[in-house]
């Protein structure tokens, strides 16, 4: 079977990765005195890192870790589900894992989602800069 296709060459979030990830995105939070919760998941929305700043609120950790789980299994930015709510669609709060808030961004690497970052502790809008500061360092 050498040559049968069986298997894919399928790149994988690593944790040193999710460390350079985290560690760009803390530094964007930090530039801005942004006390969060920064969570990285792989494709499958099992956690491999997370960081609380100081002074954020703990509250802020299963909401980060929900973000970036729900980035990855819907594979878009939470902003979407965000911007859906707005506009009057109340029936995304009835699918499982969906959060509709800003903070949640899909991280892609050589086009395909190898995971998401969640982020979780200011205004979602502020979330989602901070996760789209993460996200970049896979650009």
């Known amino acids: 079977m050498p040559n049968d296709k069986l298997l894919t060459d399928k790149p994988a979030l ?12 803390e530094a964007e939070a930090l530039k801005r005195n ?18 609380r700043l100081d002074n954020a609120q ?3 950790v299963e909401v980060a870790i929900r973000k970036a789980k729900s980035a990855a299994a819907f594979k878009r930015p939470t902003k979407a589900w965000e911007e859906t709510l707005a ?10 894992g969906v959060v509709p808030s800003e903070g949640g961004v899909p991280l892609i690497w050589q086009g395909q989602i190898v ?8 205004k979602s ?3 989602g800069q901070i996760a789209r500061a993460g996200a970049a360092v896979l650009e």
């Open 14 to 25: 690593t944790l040193a990765a999710a460390k350079k990830i985290i560690a760009a995105a």
């Open 34 to 51: 942004w006390p969060v919760v920064i969570a990285v998941v792989d494709e499958g929305g099992n956690l491999i890192s997370l960081q």
């Open 58 to 60: 703990f509250g802020s």
């Open 87 to 96: 506009a009057g669609h109340h029936r995304v709060l009835g699918l499982p």
């Open 115 to 122: 995971g998401a970052i969640g982020v979780s502790g200011v």
């Open 125 to 127: 809008s502020e979330d």
